[in-house]
């Protein structure tokens, strides 16, 4: 029995070599050490005298209830220790938009609200993913980024300026010039020529900044109509993104999402609202994509006719949805095209793509997200995360991890706060409750929300005048519904719009390869742990099985991995196991 757990003590030591334990730093300054317990009394004493609480339940007031659940997760990571080195026939990157940490947990609480519960405990499905791993997001020229650096990163492999999209760091954003031999192939490149099938599903336009970089070499990402592209563009040969996705890209098989005006003519008229296309070349590119198709392809703008759409007698796939990006997820009580959601698209798109026998790459993206917060309108924002969670979902059900990785991320943060000392279960779009009326602190004495921002458009003073005394303070929101998706959370710093966060974010993932997503890495690091579990591109030679069959071949399956990687890590550890056992 001792030798037993000898050598099993001995098997997760190598397997967790390299982890370390950090010894937090003295602290200098004791002004930072404040005793909250005053505080929390007169909270907890408030708390006693409400009416409407969430009381923890007798289960969780027992320590058997933690201990449990805690051997339970004891249990899954010893699980985990058999590791799934399958070839990843499948890769779905799921991106949220701005999805910092406080937007996930955030967005965790108000998905249990919306189920009846206090919220807290919920688990979300992105939550699921049992590998976990932080991502720096700077761009190579921002401490805090922008969706085109940081979708050249995560799909392309680099890390680039702020703004461009698909090239390296060579190229300098909005010079034309630059870009010419410094292009970036994305993931969806090497997917294509290994022979699987590619999709893009978007709640923005499909030329915006994370799609764009799937299949795009742009050294600005605003040019994403001809009418865009800025006369030293032009000299230089340069093109638009949309004409991009047409012409130039790979033959992706779907696409969906929002933007039709930037494919249609200055002539089109918008079936929904009228209005006109962007482009001044004159060009329809949705029907010169149809054109351009052999196999059965099929367009759609509204969600009836997206609901027709057979996966089985359908090869290509186009939807454009809106004229910009699709309705927020809170504004779509009345849409007369009924726009399909994040969900929908996801479930539509692996339907098709899994048609495929040599498997498929499918990027997936909450683009709105980000726009809520960038509106300060933090219902909106997380809304669309629960939304976009729902789409983690439907992929999990659809798809088996012994041969499909699933990959949960966000290209950056923002400035939404999570803060005050709300009771267990307190509504998360609700006003905080929390006062102090202690002499070391002066307070307006008005409230707030829970959720805050940084900076944005909720900066707002208000001047009150009592006699000859003039007062200014924040605006009181007694009276306000900040559950309403128009309110707009206060925000310490007054900007039209609220700005990106700079601190790393948190990646989850589940299938082949997916323990490689470890610690805190480069952003660029996700494009290179897909391609190695998909055996594309530099990493072809990683595995056994042919690459770059011609579409479609017989069953790819889970293959077996021939890497030095796995070859050198079951020696290591064959050998430490009988080392132990003859000792012992």
């Not at 967005?107 to 609200?113: C, D, H, V």
């Not at 048609?355 to 933090?378: W, Y």
């Not at 979902?393 to 949960?408: I, N, R, Y």
Request: contains cysteine.
């Amino acid at each position: 029995m001792a030798t037993t757990r000898t050598v099993t003590r001995l098997f997760l030591l190598v397997a967790f070599t390299g982890t370390t334990f950090a010894k937090p730093a003295d602290r200098d300054d004791e002004s930072y050490d404040v005793d909250h317990s005053g505080q929390l009394w007169q909270t907890r004493a408030r708390r006693a005298h409400a009416q409407s609480r969430t009381v923890p339940t007798d289960q969780e007031r027992t320590p058997d209830y933690w201990t449990n659940m805690a051997r339970a997760s004891i249990d899954e990571a010893l699980r985990l220790q058999t590791l799934n080195t399958n070839v990843a026939k499948n890769v779905v990157l799921f991106l949220g938009d701005g999805m910092g940490v406080s937007t996930v947990t955030t967005a965790r609480i108000l998905k249990g609200q919306k189920a009846g519960n206090p919220g807290e405990e919920t688990v979300l499905a992105m939550d699921s993913l049992p590998y976990t791993a932080m991502s720096k997001t700077y761009n190579i020229d921002a401490q805090v980024p922008d969706s085109a650096g940081t979708a050249t990163a995560f799909l392309c492999g680099v890390k680039a300026e702020a703004g461009v999209i698909g090239v390296d760091g060579r190229t300098r954003y909005g010079n034309c010039s630059s870009s010419k031999g410094h292009e970036a192939e994305s993931i969806i490149v090497h997917a294509e020529r290994a022979g699987k099938s590619t999709g893009i599903v978007t709640t923005a336009r499909v030329t915006h900044a994370t799609p764009a970089a799937a299949y795009a070499h742009s050294a600005a990402r605003g040019w994403e109509a001809d009418s865009d592209l800025t006369a030293e563009a032009r000299e230089n040969n340069c093109t638009d993104i949309a004409y991009q996705l047409v012409e130039e890209a790979p033959d992706i098989e779907v696409i969906l999402g929002g933007g039709s005006r930037m494919f249609k003519p200055r002539s089109w008229a918008d079936p929904e609202t009228g209005g006109s296309g962007d482009r001044n070349d004159g060009v329809d590119l949705v029907q010169r994509w149809q054109d351009r198709k052999t196999g059965r392809s099929r367009y759609v703008w509204n969600g009836t006719d997206f609901r027709d759409v057979d996966p089985e007698s359908t090869d290509y796939l186009l939807g454009l949805f809106e004229r910009s990006h699709m309705k927020y997820t809170a504004d779509r009580t009345d849409d007369p095209a009924e726009e399909p959601t994040i969900a929908d698209m996801t479930r539509k798109a692996i339907e098709i793509l899994r048609k495929n026998d040599n498997g498929f790459f499918l990027l997936v993206e909450g683009g709105r997200i980000d726009h809520g917060h960038h509106a300060s309108k933090a219902v909106k924002a997380l809304e669309d995360t629960v939304a976009f969670d729902d789409a983690v979902q439907v992929a999990k059900d659809m798809l088996d991890t012994s041969d499909s990785l699933v990959v949960v991320t966000a290209d950056h943060s923002h400035t939404l706060t999570f803060a005050g000392y709300p009771d267990r279960g307190h509504p998360i779009f609700g006003q905080n409750v929390y006062t102090s009326s202690t002499p070391d602190n002066t307070w307006d004495e008005l409230p707030y929300t829970t959720l805050l921002y940084g900076n944005g458009p909720g900066y707002a003073l208000v001047e009150t005048t009592n006699g000859n005394d003039t007062q200014v303070t924040r605006q009181n929101i007694t009276d306000v519904d900040t559950a309403d998706k128009e309110y707009e959370q206060q925000s310490a710093a007054p900007l039209r719009s609220e700005t990106h966060g700079g601190e790393d974010v948190i990646i989850m993932a589940d299938g082949p390869m997916a323990h490689l997503f470890h610690g805190v890495q480069e952003q660029h690091y996700i494009a290179h742990v897909m391609m190695y579990a998909a055996c594309l591109g530099e990493y072809t030679e990683h595995c056994d099985k042919p690459i770059g069959t011609p579409k479609p071949v017989g069953d790819a399956g889970p293959a077996a991995r021939g890497s030095y990687y796995t070859v050198a890590l079951t020696t290591v550890l064959s050998g430490l196991l009988m080392m132990a056992a003859t000792r012992l």
